[in-house]
């Protein structure tokens, strides 16, 4: 099991896996349930600890340690020996002065990614400080340099355009190449790097078969170019008369396609199955469906308009929409196909040009009909701020049509909900009878966008309409904010712990009309008195502090005591542990069951039993593998639950409902497109589709009021509790007077559907009542009157996500460093993965471009030149002319923090950002500050002075001695909506960059 290779003064020695895992863990001290250690691949320590630990390991002064199936490779067993090598040659050599040197040349904010990267990868060993984070980051970044290249900018991305600056500065340090020299395996001749996939060549086509060609020339006939091609590849003939004619197809979509297709036909073989020709004949059919306009056939309709409605409508918009759908497909595909790597850049080059020459006839075609409906809706549109936000919307409904094909009513009331340009009040009652802004745009986009824009439902619309009494006027407002939200919360409340109390049979009456009228005046206190909600938290952190102190770091305390660590070391007590507490936990579980069923002596016997069986299997190799790999996943789900659970779990479960009701309304619509009539076909396939479509809008409204209403809100447990809880229990009194009223007009169908309609009706009811609640939270946010007063953060990303989000950790946020993770974790695995992940890292710089665009370039001057992700940091290149400002969101320590030139305050509050790099420098008088988890650290005379950061502080006092700093010119200041409007009305559309001084 232990082989040895001496080279000059130190050993490598190739062990199992576990016996790595525990030599690190014994060597360094790591505290923990299980043995998850720091790159357990190989290590390297002195001799004599090593035989220290494995007494019957021999070692000479310095010993690397290789874990077995590492060894199995000789290129991996090089890398894992040279990077341990740069560890031992590293050891001692700076000292703190020095080290603070280089972590200055590196940047602060590039060492904090780095740190941020090993410590998510769990590369850091203890004790975890910045010596051992440099030293880490040496040893990967030349080891990825040397063997790994191409993965460098997916572990350090904030450095990938500095390699020659970050080359030079490690040389400082380490003789890599010499280094590298003495690490090579003996007898292994072969390079560090594996050769990339541009150098492959793709195998031969096939031997020609003459007797294919006629298949050949009757798919060229028929005028399929892409059959015709692969055929004539798999009959050993040119293909270039066919390629020639699908690039003069394509030409509609971009220039320079025979290049980029012709590898794709020869590496089909001429297999019409294979990726590549299903990739071909994907451009085909979009090219088809670029230059077909489908139609629909509506009898009903224009027999309700009274023949104001033709009865065949074309829907031009839909042929461009399906086209992208067709690219989007090929895109799909492009991972699969065999080809160089250098083939596959040049496909993915004219498909990237396709898809936006598509996305801009489809914004083209949309944007008239866009801008007319919200101007012609009365929207509130006064300032420029206004003016830009309209843009906006029409941008985000079109996005929504290029993303999935179509946008409903809903996505409608959503996209105006969350943008600056909101809905006046309601003027009076005609407008009450005739429809808000938000029902007009709605009945103007039907017939235009007819098969991209879903109209409302009718409950949608009157639900609409009526809610504009409560939101869209003073009294309906008063009513809302003063009873209905703090007293109606207070009953849902009461009633919904009164339920959870009842499930485990404790019967206490809480609704009593004290109770009611404490808990109501509680809640109109947390609603609407700022000093009262910060008093409650202030208790609530209180708490949170006492009960941490008493639960986690006093007995943390106590047991690093120094004879609680003496004990530790002792073996009676790593016997006792092994032996005896550890089974002991996993065999109590066991044994409750078996003292509820069994008499107390069978059960005593039974449990003794378990307890051995589990004290056996727990200390053999298998059960010592097993449990140290369930102890290992379960602290790193502990670490992800408690960062942010609560509201990890709501948003993770709010998406999961969310993507499920879109890929039911994503069925709806692949059935509708189905059933669209397009030129050329049969009179039996128009009836056949008209009858067929008849039926299928009744079955499909149907399905989506029973999913919408009843069913989603009732399996959903955030919509569920308490809402609909509350209303179950006053349902149930009435259920059967319902049903027998609900089956009543449903006898023609007979008695056991009409049954189970009614009773599966009355079962789901209240569901209503948690669509209604989830509904009119967006519906508030409709109308002017109640939008924040200041600017709040910008949703960015797809999800919903805001920047903050977008990077910091948590269990349901941190898009980004996790994306870059699962990039690292894919390096060794299927390039389909990497390639996944770098497409949703390209889908997030769009977000972001947009962000920058459409929020603060569309009254801004200036053009998005450059957007670039990495871990914990998003920047952008903004040119103005000849100058190109650089802005950047950073995340550091939970706190966001924006870089850039004064005078985008305004940007900065819309991305969340707390902090101004630019203003903090200026404030402190130094750029020698880091942002930590212990506060602001400012390194003055070589002395470190760290200040706690919390906006509920008026003064920020330093820990030591230092001047004292004045939070709100620390933190950056709110900016009032007014103040945005004032600002921009003043300076006006397409200005210079703007100041930041109130006008």
């Known amino acids: 099991m232990v082989r040895g290779a001496a080279r000059d003064e130190s050993v490598h020695l190739v062990l199992p896996a576990r016996l790595v895992r525990r030599v690190i863990k014994r060597h360094r001290a790591v505290v923990g349930l299980g043995l998850r250690v720091p790159h357990a691949e190989s290590y390297s320590l002195p001799g004599a600890d090593l035989r220290r630990i494995l007494p019957d390991v021999s070692a000479a002064d310095a010993a690397i340690l290789v874990a077995e199936e590492e060894s199995r490779d000789p290129r991996r067993l090089w890398r894992r020996v040279f990077h341990e090598r740069l560890h031992l040659d590293f050891a001692g050599k700076l000292t703190p002065a020095r080290l603070r040197e280089r972590i200055h040349r590196l940047g602060i904010v590039e060492f904090d990614e780095i740190r941020r990267v090993l410590r998510h990868d769990h590369l850091l060993l203890p004790p975890h400080d910045d010596a051992e984070v440099y030293a880490e980051f040496a040893a990967r970044y030349l080891e990825l340099r040397r063997f790994d290249s191409e993965a460098l900018d997916r572990f350090f991305p904030a450095i990938g355009r500095r390699r020659e600056e970050v080359e030079a500065l490690l040389a400082e340090d380490f003789d890599a190449e010499a280094l590298l020299r003495a690490s090579r395996p003996e007898g292994f001749d072969g390079p560090p790097q594996v050769a990339s996939e541009a150098t492959r060549v793709v195998a031969a086509p096939p031997a020609p078969v003459p007797a294919l060609a006629a298949g050949a020339r009757e798919e060229r006939e028929r005028g399929n170019p892409v059959g015709a091609a692969v055929r004539s590849v798999a009959a050993g003939l040119s293909p270039e008369e066919d390629l020639a004619a699908l690039s003069r197809k394509l030409e509609a979509l971009g220039p320079d396609w025979s290049d980029a297709l012709r590898p794709l036909l020869a590496a089909s073989r001429g297999a019409t199955s294979s990726a590549e020709a299903r990739l071909l004949f994907d451009l085909q059919a979009a090219c088809h469906d670029a230059e077909t306009t489908p139609y629909r056939v509506d009898v009903v309709e224009w027999a309700l308009s009274f023949g104001r409605r033709p009865v065949r409508r074309p829907l031009e918009t839909l042929a461009e929409v399906s086209a992208i759908h067709r690219v989007r497909r090929a895109w799909r595909r492009l991972d699969a196909i065999r080809a160089s790597s250098t083939d596959r850049a040049r496909v993915a080059s004219v498909l990237e040009r396709a898809e936006h020459a598509l996305e801009e006839r489809i ?30 919307l029409a941008d985000e409904l079109a996005d929504r049509v290029i993303e999935r094909g179509f946008f409903t009513f809903g996505e409608l009331r959503d996209a105006v909900a969350r943008n600056p340009a909101k809905l006046p009040d309601l003027s009076g009652p005609r407008e009450f009878l005739l429809g808000d802004p938000l029902l007009r745009m709605d009945r103007h986009f039907a017939a235009p966008l007819e098969g991209v824009y879903r109209r409302g439902e009718i409950y949608l619309r009157w639900l609409q309409r009526l809610s504009s009494l409560a939101f869209g006027t003073r009294p309906g407002r008063f009513l809302t904010r003063y009873v209905a939200l703090p007293f109606g919360g207070a009953f849902v409340v009461l009633e919904g712990l009164q339920h959870l109390i009842a499930m485990v049979r404790i019967h206490v009456h809480l609704l009593t009309p004290v109770s009611f009228a404490l808990v109501g005046l509680f809640l109109l206190g947390l609603i609407h008195l ?74 005593i016997a039974a449990s003794v039993a378990t307890f051995l069986i589990v004290d056996l299997l727990l200390n053999s190799p298998l059960g010592q593998e097993l449990a140290e790999r369930v102890a290992d996943w379960l602290l790193r789900s502990w670490h992800q639950v408690t960062r942010e659970f609560v509201p990890g779990v709501l948003r993770w479960v709010l998406d999961l409902f969310h993507a499920a009701t879109d890929l039911v309304e994503q069925g709806i619509y692949r059935v509708d497109e189905f059933l669209r009539f397009r030129p050329g076909e049969s009179a039996v396939s ?31 447990p955030v919509k569920h509790f308490p809402v609909v809880t509350v209303s179950h229990k006053i349902i149930l009194p009435m259920s059967v007077t319902l049903t027998k009223l609900l089956r009543a007009p449903l006898m023609p169908l007979g008695s056991v559907v009409a049954n189970a309609l009614a009773v599966s009706t009355v079962f789901l009811l209240p569901g209503v009542f948690g669509f209604l609640v989830w509904e ?21 990303g797809s999800h919903g996500e805001t920047v903050p989000r977008l990077l910091r950790p948590g269990f349901h946020s941190g898009t980004v460093p996790k994306l870059f993770a699962k990039l690292r974790r894919a390096r060794r695995g299927e390039r389909r993965a990497v390639a996944k992940h770098e497409a949703a890292l390209r889908h997030v710089e769009e977000a972001v471009r947009r962000f920058v665009e459409r929020d603060f370039l569309a009254l801004a001057s200036g053009a998005l030149s450059d957007v670039r992700i990495s871990p914990t940091r998003i920047a ?8 190109v400002v650089e802005l950047a969101f950073e995340e550091r320590s939970g706190r966001l923090v924006a870089r850039g030139p004064a005078g985008f305050d305004g940007l900065w509050r819309m991305a969340g950002a707390d902090l101004s790099a630019t203003a903090l420098a200026e404030r402190l008088g130094t750029d020698r500050y880091d942002i930590s988890e212990e506060g602001l650290v400012v390194w003055r005379d070589g002395a470190e002075i760290v200040y706690p950061l919390s906006r509920a502080l008026d003064v920020l006092r330093p820990r030591g001695p230092g001047p004292e700093l004045r939070a709100d010119e620390i933190f950056l200041r709110p900016i009032a909506w007014e103040e945005w409007e004032r600002r921009w009305e003043t300076t006006g559309i397409a200005s210079s960059t703007p100041s930041t001084d109130p006008p």
Not at 562 to 582: D, E, H, Q, S, Y
Not at 689 to 713: C, F, Q
Not at 778 to 791: G, H, V
């Open 530 to 603: 700022a000093r009262f909600r910060h008093a409650v938290a202030e208790i609530l952190r209180a708490a949170w502090t006492a009960a941490h102190l008493v639960l986690l770091d006093l007995p943390r305390t106590v047991f690093d005591l120094p004879p609680m660590r003496w004990l530790r070391r002792t073996r009676p007590w790593k016997w006792l542990m092994r032996f005896a507490v550890g089974p002991a936990l996993l065999a109590a579980p066991l044994a409750v069951p078996v003292f509820l069923l069994l008499p107390r002596r069978a059960a």
């Open 876 to 883: 952008v290149a903004v040119r103005d002319g000849e100058r």
């Open 686 to 716: 128009v009836v056949a589709k008209g009858a067929a479509g008849l039926v299928w809008s009744a079955v499909s409204y149907v399905v989506r009021i029973y999913l919408n209403l009843l069913v989603e809100p009732q399996v959903n």
């Open 776 to 796: 009119l939270k967006e519906n508030w946010r409709l109308y002017r009157a109640n939008r924040p007063k200041t600017l709040r953060p910008v949703v960015v």
């Open 363 to 392: 914004r083209a075609r949309l944007r008239p009909v866009l801008d007319a409906g919200i101007a012609a809706s009365g929207l509130r549109i006064g300032c420029a701020v206004e003016r830009a936000a309209a843009r906006k």
